[in-house]
Nanobody
């Protein structure tokens, strides 16, 4: 059974940083593409960053230069390093994975096969 489990959410003051982790399990091979999204209740889910199994990354304009996505050597764990956080970035952050195909921030939420349960990030002013 394929599963994605996020960790690392919490509370931080504006300007601070957090690192989120997403561990994939149940895959016979590491996911071709992993990504991070966030969602504020009542709003659409927003793609933040993606990373292909072989390394190329893609970032939304809103986070480029402040967030960094990476995968570990096994390619089964994805990290999202977040810096200079703003109060308006308070949201639930989700990890997702998909197979071969588009692996950039152009891949909207409907194209992703598997999702984690989400982790809350709260940024206080």
């Amino acid at each position: 059974q394929v599963q994605l489990v996020e960790s690392g959410g919490g509370s931080v003051q504006a300007g601070g940083g957090l690192t989120l982790s997403c561990k994939a399990s149940g895959y016979t091979t590491a996911p071709a593409c992993m990504g991070w999204f966030r969602q504020v209740p009542g709003n659409e889910r927003e793609v933040l960053a993606t990373i292909r199994r072989d390394g190329p990354t893609s970032y939304a304009d809103s986070v480029r230069g402040r967030f960094t996505i990476s995968r570990d050597a096994t390619k089964m764990i994805s990290y999202l390093w977040m810096n200079s956080l703003k109060p308006e970035e308070t949201a639930i952050y989700y990890c997702a994975a998909r197979g071969l195909g588009l692996c950039t921030v152009e891949a909207g939420p409907g194209l992703w096969n598997n999702w984690g349960q989400g982790t809350q990030v709260t940024v206080s002013s």
